[in-house]
């Protein structure tokens, strides 16, 4: 029996394929999902999709690969990997980090939905009607309801360069050689004015900072403007909030006039670039390095 799939029957059919205690039909007639209902009348009953405790690991590992924190994937991975208390221990370390926890829930819902949609399209060649498209995902940035951002305050440079220092170690790390020590000089040799609105903050719900951009003009000339520093807790990145900063910061210079806005912030990973290119910044130059030790020159 064809019937309209509803956010309410998607609701439904995802809590029955996660109940565990019983094997659910979908009741075509009453748009409901039943516990041991018939099998025998194949136009009115169907079987819901197949879920298991190895479907919710699948699930799981998947949300891990596509994390973009790095300090939570791995934390992730490594409790999917312990063999024993997966769920609890997973559960344990979202619930030390309410902003995946928030990550976790919406993809857990996206891909849930995705799997009853392609169900009832199959429900539908079976019905010879042309299948339904894709739900429209959701596009609200997380950000938007687990941070803050406001212009600095002068206290607020002690935090900054907290989080400078650790910047820094871990360019350290990043880069070969002195080339470290240039990236650190270029990095000091940019003050950032605390206490300004051409420094933005974010923090948290409870008031913890994690993070800051910060830009000036060039001098004499009242068109063109340059990020300086992009820097967010390495706890804290991958949720959208080096994106949301630069973008509060692109706004504020516009509102100001200023038709350029450039990104030299020496110290920012490769994997933030195409959120810089989406945000609307193109490459107009690049530093390319040699080494001397590598190429016959000593």
């Keep these: 029996m064809e019937f309209e799939l509803t956010p309410e029957i998607v609701d439904e059919i995802i809590f029955s394929m996660e109940d565990q205690t019983g094997r659910f039909l ?6 409901r999902c039943a516990s041991g209902a018939p099998a025998a009348d194949e136009d009115r009953y169907y ?34 990997a312990a063999g024993h208390g997966v769920f609890r221990a997973f559960k344990d370390i979202l619930k030390a980090r309410p902003e995946v926890e928030r990550l ?30 894709p739900e ?22 002690a935090e900054g360069e907290i989080l400078d220092a650790a910047i820094l170690s871990e360019v350290e790390g990043d880069y070969p050689g002195g080339l470290a020590r240039a990236v650190e000089f270029a990095w000091l040799a940019l003050p950032s004015r605390w206490g300004e609105d051409s420094v933005i903050v974010a923090e948290t719900a409870e008031g913890d900072f994690v993070g800051y951009v910060a830009a000036e003009p060039y001098p004499g000339d009242t068109r063109l403007a340059r990020v300086t520093r ?7 990145r991958g949720l959208g909030i080096g ?14 006039g200023y038709r350029w806005l450039l990104f030299e912030s020496p110290a920012v990973p490769d994997a933030f670039i195409p959120a810089l290119r989406r945000a609307g910044f193109t490459e107009r130059g690049r530093l390319l390095a040699l080494d001397l030790a590598e190429t016959g020159y000593h």
């Excluded at 979908?26 to 748009?31: G, H, K, M, T, V």
């Excluded at 992009?230 to 804290?236: A, E, I």
């Design 26 to 31: 979908f009741d075509s007639a009453e748009l």
């Design 47 to 80: 079987a819901i999709p197949a879920w298991d405790s190895v479907s919710g690991y699948r699930l799981r590992e998947r949300f891990a690969a596509q994390l973009r924190n790095p300090i939570a994937r791995e934390e992730i991975r490594d409790a999917l």
């Design 104 to 133: 976790w829930f919406q993809f857990k819902t996206r891909e849930m939905r995705s799997i009853v949609h392609e169900w009832y399209n199959a429900l539908r060649d079976y019905w010879g009607l042309e299948r339904i498209g």
């Design 136 to 157: 429209p995902e959701e596009t609200a940035e997380i950000v938007a309801s687990d941070f803050s951002f406001r212009a600095s305050r002068v206290e607020d440079r």
């Design 230 to 236: 992009l820097s967010v807790v390495s706890s804290f």
């Design 243 to 256: 994106k949301e900063l630069v973008a509060r910061s692109r706004a504020s210079w516009a509102a100001r």
